[in-house]
């Protein structure tokens, strides 16, 4: 059996390369070591260690897709500013780490002259996360990049100022498989099918799908296997149907996708973070809203709207979800003036155990 020394000696390409190798010489020498950190303006924040070492970084948008040619440049600022040392957070955003403070002003100008903007430390709106929508998914009920451009470029200031009671991430999921954070974002974008799938030609079925893998693949057993015309194939039983696409995934032969009908519910209220309160969950605010690209009216107008009240209505620092939950829900509605319907209430079998079960209702 080989030793330990001889495993850690070992050269293999099976799995990514140890994280140690890419950590910037200040933050490997002060690992475990930091003191504090501060946010000096927006965009900009510089960490502390123990020992008084310190590190800045720069926070940049990025596109979310994009070309060899914006990677080259981000990679070419980072030589120039920052020894090569850069990231890319888990919303997307672009920091350059930097050892040297008198670096962050030239940067800056330079990420300026090339139209990207600074901001996303704090109070403010990060970079949103988001999936591949109609460029690459194949069950995708609405764009991703594309609605996402058109969200930020409403929401911009919000991202270089830091003017928000609290951080406010979002997210953008192109279908309930929910590729994206949308479960626990402060507002998530949700791209939804409103119409089980069809069944192009059991033929075509038989030829090209599983047929065994196609109903497993259903978390609802709405997906059946049947006979027709003495062979075998499968059913759907729509009124199980909760049009999330699996099938289509393992069976092309079984399209979900609609664009007549296909839209966009937006949801609110998640979080992540511990502080202050629970993480939380996203609850349902606007159950569906039209694709209308390539600008979605419809979809930047709410979520400006809900940003717009949670800014003139939050504490300081209180996330949107704790702000909804302290003044109600019902109140919630009423501010934003989003219609209540029956959508809004919960009917998962399980949901009766997280029902109020008193007549307490605070309006």
């Known amino acids: 059996m080989a030793t330990k020394e001889e495993i850690k000696a070992r050269k293999t390409d099976i799995g990514p390369p140890h994280y140690e190798r890419f950590l910037h010489?200040?933050?490997?020498?002060?690992?475990?070591?930091?003191?504090?950190?501060?946010?000096?303006?927006?965009?900009?924040?510089?960490?502390?260690s123990e020992d008084e070492a310190k590190i800045w970084t720069v926070r940049a948008a990025s596109p979310r897709l994009i070309s060899t040619d914006f990677i080259r440049m981000i990679c070419e600022l980072a030589d120039k500013y920052c020894d090569g040392y850069l990231r890319f957070t888990s919303r997307n955003n672009i920091e350059f780490l930097?050892?040297?403070?008198?670096?962050?002003?030239?940067?800056?100008?330079?990420?300026?002259?090339?139209?990207?903007?600074?901001?996303?430390?704090?109070?403010?709106?990060s970079n949103i996360v988001h999936t591949q929508g109609w460029v690459h998914c194949h069950s995708a009920a609405t764009d991703a990049s594309g609605l996402v451009k058109?969200?930020?470029?409403?929401?911009?200031?919000?991202?270089?100022?830091?003017?928000?009671?609290?951080?406010?991430?979002?997210?953008?999921?192109?279908?309930?498989?929910?590729?994206?954070?949308?479960?626990?974002?402060?507002?998530?974008?949700?791209?939804?099918?409103?119409t089980p799938p069809k069944i192009e030609s059991h033929d075509r079925l038989r030829n090209i799908c599983e047929i065994p893998s196609t109903v497993a693949s259903c978390p609802n057993a709405a997906i059946r296997p049947a006979f027709?015309?003495?062979?075998?194939?499968?059913?759907?039983?729509?009124?199980?149907c909760m049009y999330c696409g699996n099938c289509f995934t393992v069976c092309p032969a079984m399209p979900i996708a609609?664009?007549?009908n296909d839209g966009v519910s937006i949801w609110v209220g998640g979080k992540v973070s511990n502080a202050r309160s629970a993480p939380k969950f996203t609850k349902l605010a606007i159950p569906y809203l039209p694709n209308n690209p390539p600008r979605w009216p419809e979809v930047t107008d709410a979520i400006k709207n809900i940003v717009g009240i949670y800014i003139k209505g939050a504490r300081n620092y209180e996330r949107l979800g704790e702000w909804a939950e302290r003044i109600g829900w019902p109140k919630f509605f009423d501010l934003t003036g989003i219609k209540f319907t029956k959508y809004h209430i919960d009917d998962f079998k399980y949901a009766g155990t997280t029902y109020r079960r008193t007549t307490q209702i605070r309006g």
Do not use: Q
């Open 25 to 48: 010489p200040i933050i490997k020498e002060n690992y475990g070591k930091w003191k504090y950190h501060e946010i000096l303006k927006p965009g900009v924040m510089v960490h502390v």
């Open 98 to 125: 930097l050892a040297d403070e008198a670096n962050i002003d030239p940067l800056i100008a330079d990420l300026g002259a090339a139209d990207i903007p600074v901001g996303g430390i704090g109070k403010s709106i």
């Open 150 to 194: 058109a969200v930020m470029d409403e929401l911009i200031d919000h991202f270089t100022k830091m003017d928000m009671p609290a951080k406010l991430r979002i997210a953008l999921a192109c279908c309930i498989n929910m590729c994206g954070a949308v479960h626990c974002s402060d507002i998530a974008i949700l791209g939804l099918h409103r």
């Open 228 to 240: 027709i015309d003495g062979k075998k194939t499968v059913e759907v039983d729509e009124d199980r």
């Open 258 to 260: 609609d664009p007549l």
